[in-house]
Structure formats: C-alpha cells, structure tokens
C-alpha cells in the first residue's frame, strides 16, 4: 500500500485508540473516503475496547489483586502494541486475536 494512503488515514487509526468513544468517532471519519489503513485500526481497536469491558466485568467478580493486575497489564501491552503500529505506519495485527477482530468487525471497515 502506498505510503501517502497510509499518512492520510494515520489521524483517524490514532484517534480510535483514544477510548471506546475515539473508536466510534473514528468509524464515522472513516466513512467517506475510506482508508484501508484507518480501517485495519478500526477493527483493532474496538476490538481491544470491547475485550476491555468484556473482561473487566469478568475480572471485577474475582477478589484477587493478581488477576485485576495481569488483566490490567494484558490490555495496557494491546493497546500499546496497536497503538505505536498506527503511529509508526504499519500494520500490527494484535498476536492471536487480531484476526478475529479482521472477521467479526469486517462489516464496519
């Protein structure tokens, strides 16, 4: 993919990782003209804010501090995984799970 495709849709893969919200502000940016690269982070990340929320829920129902804290460090190194590939221009599928994000989320890219 060309670069300069990259660079334009580079402002809108960053700002879907500011939150749920960045996320949903990001596919309506995303709307018209439609970027590959914005969409790929799209997909990624609503699919790291829903695991959040997802397993917040299940997490909040243990009474242990060791699994809060290696949930807590699980989310923090996804998103911050995605996050530099959106800043460095490339395509970093999250390991294991970025496909299915791809798949489940292919209707909104």
Known sequence: MK??????GRTTAIIAHLTIFGC???LF???EPKYKFAS???KQSLGIHLYFILFTYLVSGMN????TSAFYLS???LWLYSFLGAVQYKYHLIPYIGDYFQK???KLG
Not at 64 to 67: E, L, N, Q
């Open 29 to 31: 940016m995303n709307q």
């Open 75 to 77: 989310y923090i190194l």
């Open 40 to 42: 790929f982070y799209n």
């Open 24 to 26: 949903i502000i990001a």
């Open 64 to 67: 242990s501090w060791m699994a």
């Open 3 to 8: 670069t300069s495709t990259i660079k334009k």
């Open 104 to 106: 489940w989320f292919n």
